[in-house]
Each structure stands twice: as C-alpha cells, then as structure tokens.
C-alpha cells in the first residue's frame, strides 16, 4: 500500500475533487471517484473503486476489489447512546458490492469494539448495518433492510427488501428472510422465514440445490425442518432427535453440525 499525504498524484485514479488525509493507505489500484472523503485511519485494498460523494471514515479497513457505489457512509461512529469516543474499528473483506447510500458504523466497547463484513456479499441500496455487526461471506442484504446493533448474519443468508433485524438477533447460514421481515428471534440455518410477527415458512431448498448440495444433504435438512416445526416436539426433543440423525446420516454431519451448534446458543429463542 501507498501511504497517501494529501499529494493525490500518488494514488491511482483518485479525482482531483476528492480529499484524501494524510494517514490514510491506498493500494496503487484504488480508484477514489468525485467528492468522495477518506479520512486518516482508513486503509483501502487493491483494486477496492470507491463511487463520488463516498465517506470513508473511523479505523477502516477495506480488502481487494470491493465495489463502493456513490453516496455511502462507511466507518462512521456508532448510533449508539453509551458510546463515549473509544477507539474502534470496522473491517469489510475482499469482492464485497456496497450499493447507494448505505450506512456500515464501527463497533462499540460493549462487544468486540469491531463490525465486520466478509467476503463476496451483495449489499443493495439504503442498507444500514448497525454497530458490532458481524456479517459472513456471500450473503444478500435487499434494499432498506437494517441490521440493528450486535446482529449475527451466517453464511450465504439472505435478508429480504425492507426486513429489519433486532438486536442481537442471529441468523444462521443459509437462511433466508421475505420481505419486510420483523427478525425479533434467531433464525436457524436454512430455514426461509416472513412477516411480522415472524413466522417460520419451510427451508431454503433451493437455495440449497443452487450451492450444490446433494439431494441427501437436502433431505437431511428437510428433516430437521420437520422435527422442529412439524412434529410437535419440545425444543429440548427436538435438539436432541437432530443431534441424533448424525448416526444415520453421514453425508449431512457438518450440517448437522451448524444446527446443533446454532441451537445450543441461542440466546433470544428462535423464529417459531
């Protein structure tokens, strides 16, 4: 990376009508578009195009080939009241596309003081992304959708226009959410859920066929979609009887896995 001090002939492609602060690093291939600000402490990767009328601010840190459209604010200090100016931080990975006029803030010192973005999501317009995120690789965030504080996003998960996310709330991988979702509870892996109050409507199966899974590793998910929503069981049996298919199911262990793990820790009770 370059350290940039102001002098923009130094970076690649940033516009002349762009401000740069000295502190911040831009690799060589960093492409910085009209009216656009980086602050100091921000660090862009290679190949990363930030759009005109872009903020770049806080302790950022930003991979390779990210694509930045216009009008984003990223980095900014937390929407959180008990925030007192501690030094935190914000990191998005590599092949991100960050459409208009989102909003991605830093963490708090009540979390790990860090919100983070993986790899390759797809974040569509006006989407918000609250302090002490932590969003996996792959994911899509439809249009108007708000990740309030602390939310959990797994894997490949999809969250539909216009839904918000309480809280805390964690959504497992490759779950999916409908349009103008209410997320008050945790939503397990693979489970396609809607409306408000939220209600569980069956499982991602094809999601699922699109990632490549098997027909066995679909018909094992199908199974723990039924054990706990369709057979009447408490959650406690339920838990148990998923953990179990393990023995007859052996292709579908790691998937099993997820749900196990997910179930355990579930902290706000899960979308019923």
């Given at each position: 990376m370059h350290r940039a001090n102001g002098q923009v002939g130094r970076v690649a492609e940033v516009h002349p009508t762009a401000i740069v602060e000295a502190g911040a690093e831009l690799a060589a291939s960093v492409s910085i578009g009209a009216y656009a600000i980086?602050?100091?402490?921000?660090?862009?990767?290679?190949?990363?195009?930030?759009?005109?009328?872009?903020?770049?601010?806080?302790?950022?840190?930003?991979?390779?080939?990210?694509?930045?459209?216009?009008?984003?604010?990223?980095?900014?200090?937390?929407?959180?009241?008990?925030?007192?100016?501690?030094?935190?931080?914000?990191?998005?990975?590599?092949?991100?596309?960050?459409?208009?006029?989102c909003t991605i803030n830093t963490g708090t010192a009540q979390d790990v003081g860090t919100t983070r973005i993986g790899n390759d999501n797809w974040i569509m317009n006006s989407v918000h992304i609250a302090h002490d995120c932590q969003v996996g690789s792959h994911t899509i965030i439809a249009g108007y959708a708000g990740l309030a504080g602390h939310v959990h996003l797994g894997d490949w998960a999809i969250v539909g226009a216009q839904s918000g996310l309480h809280q805390f709330v964690r959504m497992g991988a490759h779950a999916m959410t409908g349009f103008q979702s209410h997320v008050s509870q945790d939503v397990p892996p693979y489970m396609m859920v809607d409306g408000n109050p939220l209600s569980v409507r069956g499982f991602n199966a094809e999601g699922l066929r699109r990632r490549g899974f098997s027909a066995g590793r679909i018909a094992a998910v199908k199974q723990m979609h039924r054990l706990l929503y369709r057979d009447g069981l408490s959650f406690e049996e339920a838990c148990d009887r998923i953990a179990a298919l393990a023995e007859s199911e052996p292709e579908s262990v790691a998937d099993i896995a997820l749900m196990t793990d997910f179930l355990a820790s579930a902290m706000r009770g899960i979308a019923r």
């Open positions: 980086v602050r100091e402490h921000v660090r862009i990767g290679e190949g990363t195009t930030i759009g005109p009328h872009c903020m770049l601010e806080g302790r950022t840190t930003i991979g390779r080939d990210n694509r930045i459209s216009q009008f984003n604010s990223i980095g900014g200090v937390p929407q959180d009241k008990k925030y007192a100016g501690e030094d935190t931080a914000l990191e998005i990975g590599d092949r991100n596309t960050i459409r208009e006029f």
